[in-house]
């Protein structure tokens, strides 16, 4: 898959859900194709609106270092999501119900508690859809096998070792009667 070197596309919508987030390319990908500097000059953009919107004054330089953080941390999360912590954050949908707003306060600490917190979020979503596909009935696509008991395994790899001595002891007897 190749992208060009815009990622205006791929942006969808300030609004998106975590399952639409989820559809979109993995960041790893899109900086391997783009490149890092790229990459990260997009999650710059919305810290930067983060730091507009919050009040804070958070040194460009720090923006990038942040960026390039999360893109080498956060590798697996696709790149929407990215975008959608950054958003989520500065609503407040991370924030705990004991603690002020951050108006003013944007640092590295805060971000990395959103996308810490947004991470736990995720891997409950991903867990929820990957059992909601392994618990449909008929579903092909789940390849995951059930668990077994050690004891299971070792009574079927002697039931096959019986049964191949069964029909060697068979075939022997065959032949027997044939001579």
Not at 133 to 158: H, I, M, T, Y
Request: some cysteine.
């Amino acid at each position: 898959m190749q992208y060009t070197k815009s990622l205006d596309g791929l942006i969808l919508s300030r609004y998106i859900t975590v399952e639409n987030a989820l559809q979109s390319p993995q960041a790893s990908v899109i900086r391997h194709e783009l490149g890092e500097e790229i990459t990260a000059s997009y999650i710059i953009k919305s810290l930067a609106e983060a730091c507009i919107l919050t009040s804070s004054n958070l040194h460009p330089q720090a923006q990038a270092i942040i960026a390039k953080q999360l893109l080498h941390e956060y590798w697996h999360f696709k790149m929407d999501e990215l975008f959608l912590v950054i958003s989520e954050g500065i609503k407040g949908a991370f924030a705990e119900p004991d603690k002020p707003a951050i108006y003013g306060q944007l640092n590295i600490q805060t971000i990395f508690d959103w996308f810490r917190k947004y991470d736990s979020i995720r891997q409950d979503k991903i867990f929820y859809q990957h059992e909601i596909k392994k618990n449909s009935a008929g579903n092909q696509a789940d390849r995951s096998p059930e668990p077994r008991l050690a004891k299971d395994v070792f009574e079927d790899s002697v039931d096959a070792k019986v049964k191949i001595r069964i029909d060697a002891y068979k075939r022997k007897a065959e032949d027997n009667q044939t001579h």
